[in-house]
């Protein structure tokens, strides 16, 4: 079977789905949606791996996080392109290599006018920079975290490999009609109509938490309810259990629909207890027959990613 290429976003981010990509859109593919004219629905876009590779041609995404979503609305409106971030990627390259302490300094330098003036390609950059693709702010909002220790960081085949992501993303979106909006996730949960799908992928009860990425019980109840009383279909991402607890929420609220699982290794974080194997859980609205639970588990191997 051909491998079908896995679209990457520019943005990196800590637990970015892109393996798991070809295990849930499979899910999606069950329901026989008519991609054209269906929308997708996404109320936690992130670095928006799953929705960019969903085939929707129609899509109303949103985030709180306010620097995701004015990055990919400057995609749309084309005033970031593949050869703007070229130019900015190469001359952060050589600023980085010629700055003092191996980068260090030129790394601070951009993270403290990120915090100031929150410029989408110097948010490009510290994703890019810091330390282990991870993303993180404070609670007064500002990103907080150290740099990656590579002076050479933007290597000219790097910066190719970013543009070409810059290019493929820009190509979906133009494809079709994408909005993107900075609100609470109920909010976006409430556009969806009754062909459309909403998939989410919030922030992991009692795991990986930052600013704007805050997740307590009382908003996992808000979610079930949300999603309990919308006419859309949907696919909720969450965890179901590691070597060492349980996701209680699962007992709590989202045993009522249907659950399957799959073995995944999350190599992120700066400690080594946090890159573990985690069994993933896609908890879903619909029916799906045991054969087609087999063909989800075809499709789910060996992804190619582009």
């Not at 070809?22 to 992130?46: A, C, M, N, R, Y």
């Not at 970031?80 to 700055?99: C, F, G, P, T």
């Not at 915090?115 to 500002?142: C, E, I, Q, V, Y």
Request: hydrophobic share 35%.
């Amino acid at each position: 079977m051909q491998n079908k290429k896995i679209f990457v976003p520019p943005i990196k981010s800590q637990g970015i789905k892109t393996k798991l990509v070809p295990w849930i859109t499979s899910v999606v593919d069950q329901l026989g949606l008519d991609k054209k004219f269906s929308v997708w629905i996404e109320p936690f876009f992130g670095t928006g791996v799953v929705g960019f590779n969903s085939g929707f041609k129609n899509a109303i995404v949103g985030d709180t996080n306010p620097h995701i979503i004015n990055f990919y609305n400057l995609i749309k409106d084309n005033k970031i392109s593949a050869q703007s971030v070229r130019d900015y990627l190469n001359e952060q390259n050589e600023l980085l290599k010629n700055a003092e302490d191996e980068g260090y300094a030129h790394y601070r330098l951009i993270k403290e006018r990120f915090n100031s003036d929150f410029s989408s390609l110097d948010f490009l950059f510290l994703s890019r920079a810091g330390f282990n693709g991870m993303m993180r702010f404070n609670s007064k909002g500002k990103w907080n975290i150290p740099f990656c220790k590579k002076p050479d960081r933007f290597a000219q085949a790097y910066v190719t490999k970013i543009c070409n992501q810059v290019n493929n993303i820009q190509k979906i979106i133009l494809r079709g009609n994408w909005e993107f909006k900075i609100q609470p996730f109920y909010q976006t949960i409430e556009l969806a109509q009754e062909n459309d799908i909403i998939y989410c992928d919030p922030p992991y009860y009692g795991r990986y938490v930052d600013y704007y990425n805050g997740w307590t019980e009382k908003d996992e109840e808000a979610l079930f309810h949300a999603l309990n009383n919308t006419k859309a279909k949907f696919i909720l991402s969450t965890w179901h259990h590691n070597n060492y607890r349980e996701n209680e929420m699962i007992a709590k609220y989202w045993n009522k629909f249907n659950i399957i699982t799959k073995d995944h290794f999350y190599h992120s974080g700066g400690k080594i207890e946090n890159r573990q194997s985690v069994v993933e859980a896609l908890v879903f609205n619909f029916d799906i027959d045991e054969n087609d639970k087999q063909q989800v588990i075809k499709n789910t191997l060996f992804p190619d990613f582009e």
